[in-house]
């Protein structure tokens, strides 16, 4: 009970002391998340089936694409349209700042032997701690609604891009490095013309990663209020309605499938 | 012209280098220092000089510190005490600057296992090392194309490496750093990892190419045999000391401890060893017009020669007479012996290897005279020591043999 004792506290102590920089950070999200929003719902659906499937179709392949189109032609006529699109850009925005941390994070870790027995343990504890522990603290900093949401989404969600870069980094053969050294590489070109290169696959592994445990994050982190398909699935569990706890659960499953299929493939090269 | 200098270099692994560098002071081994530190001493007082536009060829078993050393010279790996100079600049003072500039223009190196880059076409990784001192693409193309041309491997531009044979893979290499036309090219264990027939043809490809370039190639090898074919110079290094420095007949002939020798006993040693090397220098002669058949056959007699080399009186080789031509002339009482000279007798110079000699035992059983290019006698070569140096039995040993074979 101590340490939980501490952690109130402390958590406590960050709200008390730092609401400006949280009302900051909540205002910046806030407005992130409402422009990619806006961008997808106004959209008309049929131009967003297009994009998806011309997407498909470009990085991951005929089938895949069939199955995109198919797959979010059946979201539309389940009703659930624009929710699957604010789940959709609570993902997007919620990746972009996990990756937009992670990358950096992972290619710190990979070149800094102390950064690395720093993040290591602390993205095990990341990992492993279980998701809806992270919506309690979320609240306190951001309130409801769908800022904390993402919030939550971020910390649940950076760990694989973290790991997975830094693992990458470190894979690049070393007699490749040590041969760029030879012709006079900086540390600065070292990484960005041989080692990241190297290791974009494992880097996108990661990004892929990343995009799916966001994805299963903001259905979570509608219990707080964040706004999408998970809001629908809450509805569903609390009035026992199982046709519409079903239906949004369906969505849920697509969107996921079809996020998959077009980020797994975002390394490989183009299929014809 | 001396290129690379290096001088009292000692390179240790591991902590407490400085208990373990007082230990090297006092000449302790490496198994002493190991077990009293726990350092591992790599390298051991290095002492070189690399002349300009030589191949250098440091050998030596895996372990032996050879590629350590190597890094050591464009600081890939820091030595821990000692001085390097390139062009009389100290390597081992520079900043950090300097030393990515004199890596990008002066000391270019070629790996074993290649070390390029898997994701980039041939071409881009010929440029590579002009990408990084940032020269601009339309010119480290060019360069790069001409360099590509050099090695051979034209048509090959935009092929990715990956998709390369070894022994391509390894033309690429050599392109990269000859791209940057560096003064110093740095080969570890280049062709090591390649098949003996590509190996051998690499060997003879990268000789053609330092006829044209003259650079000054600091060539890292396990291989003895590559070693005599492409050092102009060879130091042999045993546990991070190294033993011996010199030219190939050098080691061969003159090992300069147990261990060098046990590493030159299976070389072949007649493709290597010369007629120089082996012939008798300033061998009893007859002289045309001085010596007559009876001072001849005294000659012979107090040496136990059936024959002997005829010079004229400036030493211009003439032929040989033998003992019962001699003794014949002597009865006849003819006072010159010009009418006896066999001179239908091949001559060799003293760059002739024991390979290309033997065939000739089979043509005569007379010495074989060692002319230079006025074809002035310089010595002879005996059949005897010829076979003592093909065998690798002494003359004692092949005497028994033969008086084995009489008895039977």
Redesign the interface.
């Given at each position: 009970m101590i340490i939980g004792q501490y952690i109130e506290d402390g958590v406590n102590w960050l709200t008390d002391n730092f609401s400006g920089v949280f009302d900051g950070i909540n205002t910046g999200m806030s407005s992130l998340i409402q422009v990619i929003e806006s961008v997808w719902i106004g959209l008309p659906f049929y131009v967003t089936i297009a994009l998806f499937t011309g997407v498909a179709l470009w990085k991951a392949g005929r089938s895949n694409a069939i199955l995109t189109l198919l797959g979010l032609v059946f979201i539309y006529f389940t009703g659930f349209w624009e929710e699957t699109m604010q789940t959709f850009s609570l993902v997007l925005a919620s990746a972009i700042i996990a990756l937009a941390i992670g990358i950096p994070l992972g290619i710190w870790s990979a070149k800094n032997r102390t950064a690395n027995s720093i993040i290591r343990p602390i993205l095990d504890f990341m990992q492993t701690m279980p998701a809806f522990v992270y919506l309690i603290p979320a609240v306190l900093f951001f309130g409801l609604g769908t800022v904390p949401g993402a919030f939550a989404t971020i910390i649940f969600a950076m760990p694989p891009v973290v790991r997975l870069t830094s693992l990458g980094i470190q894979q690049v053969?070393e007699?490749?490095v040590?041969?760029?050294?030879?012709?006079?590489?900086?540390p600065q070109?070292l990484l960005v013309?041989?080692q990241l290169?190297?290791a974009m696959p494992t880097i996108l592994a990661g990004v892929n990663q990343t995009i799916m445990m966001s994805l299963s994050m903001v259905v979570i982190a509608s219990m707080i209020g964040a706004k999408g398909l998970g809001e629908i699935v809450l509805q569903g569990i609390s009035q026992l309605r199982i046709g519409l706890g079903f239906e949004s659960g369906l969505a849920v499953v697509l969107l996921a499938i079809i996020l998959d299929r077009i980020t797994q493939n975002l390394g490989t090269k183009q299929k014809k | 012209m001396e290129k690379i200098k290096i001088e009292k270099l000692s390179l240790v692994f591991g902590k407490g280098k400085s208990k373990a560098l007082k230990m090297l002071d006092e000449g302790k081994s490496k198994a002493e220092i190991l077990e009293a530190t726990g350092c591992n001493v790599a390298v051991r007082d290095a002492n070189l000089t690399i002349n300009e536009g030589e191949i250098f060829v440091i050998m030596g078993l895996s372990g032996s510190g050879k590629s350590t050393l190597l890094r050591c010279i464009n600081r890939l790996i820091e030595p821990t005490t000692g001085k390097i100079f390139v062009n009389n600049d100290e390597i081992t003072r520079m900043s950090d600057k300097e030393l990515l500039n004199i890596r990008r223009t002066e000391l270019a190196m070629v790996f074993q296992h290649f070390g390029l880059l898997p994701h980039r076409t041939v071409l881009s990784n010929v440029a590579f090392g002009l990408e990084l001192q940032g020269i601009n693409r339309v010119d480290r193309d060019k360069k790069a194309e001409e360099t590509i041309e050099l090695v051979g491997l034209k048509g090959y531009e935009n092929q990715k490496v990956s998709e390369l044979s070894g022994g391509m893979q390894q033309r690429v290499g050599l392109a990269r750093g000859l791209a940057n036309a560096p003064e110093v090219l740095l080969m570890d264990e280049a062709f090591s990892a390649l098949d003996p027939l590509i190996r051998s043809q690499m060997q003879d490809e990268l000789l053609l190419l330092q006829e044209k370039m003259q650079k000054t190639i600091l060539f890292i090898t396990h291989d003895l045999e590559e070693a005599i074919k492409l050092g102009d110079r060879i130091a042999i290094m045993k546990d991070g000391v190294i033993v011996q420095v010199g030219n190939s007949e050098d080691i061969i002939t003159n090992p300069a401890d147990d261990y060098v020798k046990s590493f030159v006993e299976n070389v072949d040693r007649s493709k290597i060893v010369t007629a120089g090397t082996i012939m008798f220098e300033k061998p009893k002669l007859a002289r045309l017009k001085k010596d007559g058949p009876a001072v001849v056959l005294r000659t012979m007699r107090d040496i136990g020669v059936t024959s002997l080399p005829v010079v004229r009186t400036n030493r211009t080789f003439l032929g040989f007479v033998k003992i019962e031509d001699v003794v014949d002339l002597k009865k006849k009482e003819i006072k010159t012996i010009e009418s006896i000279i066999r001179d239908s007798v091949m001559t060799v110079n003293p760059d002739t290897t024991v390979e290309d000699m033997l065939p000739l035992l089979s043509k005569t059983n007379l010495p074989i005279p060692v002319v230079n290019e006025d074809n002035h006698l310089l010595g002879v070569v005996t059949p005897t020591s010829l076979i003592a140096e093909t065998t690798g039995k002494d003359t004692i040993e092949i005497d028994e043999i033969i008086q084995k074979a009489i008895a039977l």
């Open positions: 053969p007699d490749i040590e041969a760029t050294k030879a012709f006079g590489a900086t070109q013309k041989v290169p190297l | -």
